[in-house]
């Protein structure tokens, strides 16, 4: 029953609080939900500038430095609040401030779909692979600066080459169990209530798994996908529920793009509900059309 749905938003912020209010007013007129978010502590002062509403919650406690593990913990916050709040939610969505929702229907398709775990997990980690290197390294934070063209970047991929060979400049000298195979995927997902309350039960029983993380690069991308995949809700996952464009070109191809209208018509033949990364200094006109197409009162799809 959609009636039955209730969704906790987790949301990571670090700018933009007008189009943040877009989002938060498409997630508020789409059906039963509250809006936990974290602002980076760096900008803590754009709160004042975010929409007041009794299912909204705002927190700035850690300062979210690209790559840092600041990105878990405060990820981590967030769940614990939800939990914390002893609402019985069914679902909750991990995502930033720069997401929209880009299609009617989700709370309908989440009660058709109850068990299912939308996260994209890319493979398996080889210890021996560059990306191996980013949790068998003790990252120092100086090198924690996002900019595609940068010394930094040129410093980090030369250490990720040594660690495919076998040297490992700063090893961490942290370790998982025996048996805990690590992946990775995209950072953003949406998963049951259930899952939720198995991670945290999860991080307080084993404490090493955090120190294991605390000092590698990038561990959004495989934290959360390597708890998921050790576990039984591993044949629950179905796949990513939002839309991303990746860049072609070796300044952006490790992160998306920003979506304008060019990318409309390949998002509609998607079947993906939430879409990233929207950027209203770049193409207004684009979250406009999805604020409009999309903020209808929930009663709509009822009827």
Same mark, same amino acid.
């Given at each position: 029953?959609?009636?039955?749905?209730?969704?906790?938003?987790?949301?990571?912020?670090?700018?933009?609080?007008?189009?943040?209010?877009?989002?938060?007013?498409?997630?508020? !007129?789409?059906?039963?939900?509250?809006?936990?978010?974290?602002?980076?502590?760096?900008?803590?002062?754009?709160?004042?500038?975010?929409?007041?509403? $009794?299912?909204?919650?705002?927190?700035?406690?850690?300062?979210?430095?690209?790559?840092?593990?600041?990105?878990?913990?405060?990820?981590?916050?967030?769940?614990?609040?939800?939990? &914390?709040?002893?609402? +019985?939610?069914?679902?909750?969505?991990?995502?930033?401030? +720069?997401?929209?929702?880009?299609?009617?229907?989700?709370? &309908?398709?989440? $009660?058709?779909?109850?068990?299912?775990?939308? %996260?994209?997990?890319?493979?398996?980690?080889?210890?021996? $692979?560059?990306?191996?290197?980013?949790?068998?390294?003790?990252?120092?934070?100086?090198?924690? &600066?996002?900019?595609?063209?940068?010394?930094?970047?040129?410093?980090?991929?030369?250490? +990720?080459?040594?660690?495919?060979?076998? %040297?490992?400049?700063?090893?961490?000298?942290?370790?998982?169990?025996?048996?805990?195979?690590?992946?990775?995927?995209?950072?953003?997902?949406?998963?049951?209530?259930?899952?939720?309350?198995?991670?945290? +039960?999860?991080?307080?029983?084993?404490?090493?798994?955090?120190?294991?993380?605390?000092?590698?690069?990038?561990?959004?991308?495989?934290?959360?996908?390597?708890?998921?995949?050790?576990?039984?809700?591993?044949?629950?996952?179905?796949?990513?529920?939002?839309?991303? &464009?990746?860049?072609?070109?070796?300044?952006?191809?490790?992160?998306?793009?920003?979506?304008?209208?060019?990318?409309?018509?390949?998002?509609?033949?998607?079947?993906?509900?939430?879409?990233?990364?929207?950027?209203?200094?770049?193409?207004? !006109?684009?979250?406009?059309?999805?604020?409009?197409?999309?903020?209808?009162?929930?009663?709509?799809?009822?009827?």
């Amino acid at each position: 029953m959609i009636n039955q749905i209730k969704v906790a938003y987790l949301l990571l912020v670090h700018n933009n609080p007008k189009q943040l209010n877009i989002f938060i007013n498409q997630l508020l !007129n789409n059906g039963d939900c509250d809006i936990y978010i974290h602002i980076d502590r760096k900008n803590r002062e754009i709160e004042k500038e975010i929409v007041q509403n $009794s299912h909204i919650h705002i927190y700035s406690i850690y300062e979210v430095k690209w790559g840092s593990f600041e990105i878990i913990k405060a990820s981590i916050y967030l769940m614990r609040k939800a939990i &914390k709040s002893n609402i +019985q939610y069914t679902h909750f969505y991990f995502g930033s401030g +720069q997401d929209l929702l880009v299609k009617k229907g989700l709370y &309908k398709y989440l $009660s058709d779909h109850p068990k299912d775990i939308f %996260i994209n997990v890319y493979n398996e980690v080889n210890d021996m $692979s560059r990306i191996g290197a980013r949790y068998r390294v003790c990252w120092p934070k100086i090198l924690m &600066k996002r900019n595609d063209v940068h010394i930094y970047r040129l410093i980090r991929f030369i250490i +990720q080459i040594l660690c495919s060979i076998g %040297i490992v400049m700063f090893p961490n000298r942290h370790k998982l169990r025996k048996g805990i195979r690590i992946y990775t995927g995209s950072t953003w997902f949406l998963g049951t209530y259930d899952l939720l309350c198995y991670i945290i +039960q999860y991080l307080d029983n084993n404490c090493y798994y955090m120190d294991f993380w605390k000092n590698s690069l990038a561990s959004d991308l495989m934290f959360f996908h390597t708890i998921i995949m050790n576990s039984e809700y591993s044949t629950n996952i179905v796949g990513d529920i939002v839309y991303k &464009k990746w860049g072609a070109t070796l300044k952006s191809r490790n992160h998306p793009v920003i979506i304008e209208m060019k990318n409309i018509k390949e998002i509609e033949e998607s079947d993906f509900y939430f879409a990233r990364k929207f950027d209203m200094s770049v193409d207004y !006109n684009v979250i406009s059309y999805y604020y409009k197409s999309i903020s209808y009162n929930v009663h709509e799809e009822k009827s």
